[in-house]
């Protein structure tokens, strides 16, 4: 039996650990499969938890001779009800409900606590709650002390600990807790990739998250790249100085959602990609994207027409949550998610041309990136190759559509690793050479070794002299295969 035909596509896929994917043999599938980014989700499980996937990720990127990048994901303020007695209540619409912030013995039908004790500062009468994703809602009639009394606007079940939004934003609820404090540490213990932020409402949180990281990371000579999800409805008017703040973003659009309406969504989606691309920032499209296959071996249509609009929108990557860490297709999740990536692409429309059009670049190495980039496309050329130690050239030259592969070669472990989200760039890793010449025929070499350029084959080539020197890329060298 032949073995299938493994999908060619640009767009990264970010699968997250749980408890369908726990073991190293099928993460190496799924790394065999594309998955480029592993999400370590810290809103579950305990420190040493984490400690053993990262462990079980790096093993099974070695036996797969492909390195990925791995992501903490941080959980953020619990803005959460309490526990009810039988574990859940059915409140009906019109009904009367008491979210109490002082409130020690189990919920009922009248009554639960509060996670989240400062939510009667952050509410007023006429406020719209949304519990459990919007599935509930409720009208604040008034606050008394610490009990925030509602009437019921739409009913449902309400179990325990499920998630409160304010419509329209406004929680003051801070992005980083005491908790997201340690698992930063956790997190910087195995030199952890990216470290995604919950609920940043401005660049301020951004911030002070690269800061802990950083300090966290410093005996290991480790800087991760921070990405800020984008959850919030205060953070949308912020996107800009949050970006400036971050390595990228995620458009997590549950919580998004919720908190700005379903309907507004879509074009926050495709505002926050392009705005991301322009200013030469990573995005990873997130939630549901592939929900119903938790249970279900194929996706819907409109999952895949979710996915596909994603990867033409331009994101870098697609994100799969419970689909991949509690879902009973994990692997085939994944394999759909790809098949769907590589068709996308393949209808993408290609404006290269206009994209330089009017632009100019003070900076010699992004100059460079372009200027590789628009000749390779016009030459036909099989690839372009960087030889990068930062990952900038790459990263600028993956912000633009472009049907030709891209090879980083680095000597930099963790410049190969953050290369993994970046859409459309293979990140190899080579030795380190300071010799310009001799580094150039290695390179040569490495891509002939892999089966990725033949005899005749022509290919861009950009490096920076001296050798090693970070941002230092001032060379274009347009070479035919011997």
Known sequence: MSTPRLPRHATKIVATLGPATNTIELIERMIHYKVSVVRLNFSHGTAQDHIDRAAMVREAARRSGREV???????GPKIRVGKFAEGKVWLEAGARFVLDASRTELGDVEAVGLDYKDLPR??????????????????????????????????????NNKGINKQGGGLTAPALTAKDMEDIKTAMSFQADYVAVSFPKTATDMEMARQLCNVAAAEFGHKPGMIAKIERAEAIPKLEEILRASDGIMVARGDLAVEVGNAAVPALQKKMIRMAREMDKVVITATQMM???????????????????????????????????????PLETVQEMSRICEAAEAAEDLQLDADFSGKSYSRIDQSIAMGALFTAHHLGAKAIVALTESGSTPLWMSRHRAHIPMYALTSRLSTQRKMALYRNVRPLLMDSESDRDTALEQAEAHLKKRGLVQAGDVYAITCGEPMGAPGGTNMLKICRVS
């Open 122 to 159: 952050d509410v007023k009468p006429g406020d719209s709650l949304l519990l459990n994703d919007g599935l509930i809602v409720l009208t604040v009639d008034a606050v008394k002390g610490d009990a925030v009394h509602t009437t019921v606007r739409l009913g449902g079940e309400l179990s």
């Open 69 to 75: 990048a791995i992501m903490a994901d941080l959980q």
């Open 291 to 329: 929900e119903s296959m938790i249970t279900n071996p194929v996706p819907t249509r409109a999952e895949v027409s979710d996915v596909a609009n994603a990867v033409l929108d331009g994101t870098d990557a697609v994100m799969l949550s419970a689909e991949t860490a509690s879902g009973r297709y």
